[in-house]
């Protein structure tokens, strides 16, 4: 982190800072208030505290966000734009895991509340583009942060952007597991883990995995209301003993390239 330091207007020394990616969480008050510039972007990761089979922790959404966030900050900061990373939200929608000790869902209206207040305080202090990065993918989820983005965008007028991996033009970015509905703990999510925390995945328990060819999306919608009910009896989906890191690590650019891109849609506020 650069020293160099110039006084404002009460004579309180501000540091000079680099693009980054900075983490938020880290910095001083002085540091963030030099950070948070009209031109600066921030990246709010949000994710869930869900089961994920045997292997994957239950914080990989969280994990995942987090790691997306990071590897879009560092895509944004080589072309010369600073970027902050926020704290994630890690509490989300996530219901539909609820047949799994561990799962610990919030309301729909709270995630929206927590989620829109964060970027209308963050936009507060300066910036003008934001994005959530979000790695949660039930669709209750899905659509209380779509609400939380457009109150804050309405609140603010700041650029706020939100690229929901399911569409499709994200996800043709993705695996061919992801696009064929089976995109929970396998080997997509268990790749991209092997990548930023391999020591968060129980990889002794991968080769005894059988793959489980569900289409989760199409059995939510068809009524399957939890995992165990879309046929997911160790609450997992696809084939997580074929994850590797490389393809990891292929994930995560992808993903960040579609928060970058993301961002760069979104129209100028007023």
């Not at 729909?108 to 994005?131: D, F, H, I, M």
């Not at 457009?150 to 043709?172: G, K, L, P, V």
């Not at 129980?202 to 939890?226: H, I, K, M, N, Q």
């Not at 995992?227 to 994930?251: I, K, N």
Request: aromatic share 4%.
């Amino acid at each position: 982190m650069a020293t160099n330091r110039t006084d404002d207007a009460h004579g309180v020394p501000r540091p000079s800072l680099g693009v980054g990616p900075h983490e938020l969480a880290r910095l001083t008050w002085h540091e963030a208030r030099a950070l948070l510039r009209p031109e600066t972007a921030v990246l709010l990761p949000v994710g869930a505290i869900e089961a994920h089979g045997p292997h994957l922790p239950l914080d990989t959404d969280v994990l995942i966000a987090v790691g997306t966030a990071a590897r879009a900050g560092e895509m944004l900061a080589a072309r010369g734009v600073p970027v902050v990373l926020a704290p994630p939200v890690a509490y989300g929608v996530s219901y539909v895991g609820t047949c799994f000790p561990g799962t610990t869902p919030a309301p729909a209206e709270a995630v929206t509340r927590v989620v829109g207040s964060a970027l209308a305080e963050l936009a507060r202090w300066g910036p003008r583009r934001l994005a959530v990065v979000n790695a949660h993918l039930e669709p209750a989820h899905v659509a209380a942060i779509e609400a939380a983005v457009s109150r804050a965008a309405a609140e603010t007028r700041a650029r706020i952007a939100f690229a929901d991996q399911r569409e499709a033009r994200w996800a043709a970015t993705l695996s061919e597991e992801f696009r064929r509905g089976a995109r929970h703990a396998g080997a997509y999510e268990t790749s991209i883990l092997l990548a930023i925390a391999p020591d968060r995945v129980r990889s002794d328990l991968l080769p005894s995995l059988p793959p489980v060819w569900v289409d989760l999306p199409e059995r939510l919608r068809a009524g399957a209301r939890t995992f165990a009910e879309a046929g997911m009896a160790e609450g997992y989906v696809g084939d997580p003993a074929t994850a590797t890191a490389d393809e990891g690590y292929r994930l995560l650019d992808a993903l960040g390239a579609t928060v970058v891109a993301a961002l760069e849609e979104v129209p100028e506020g007023d």
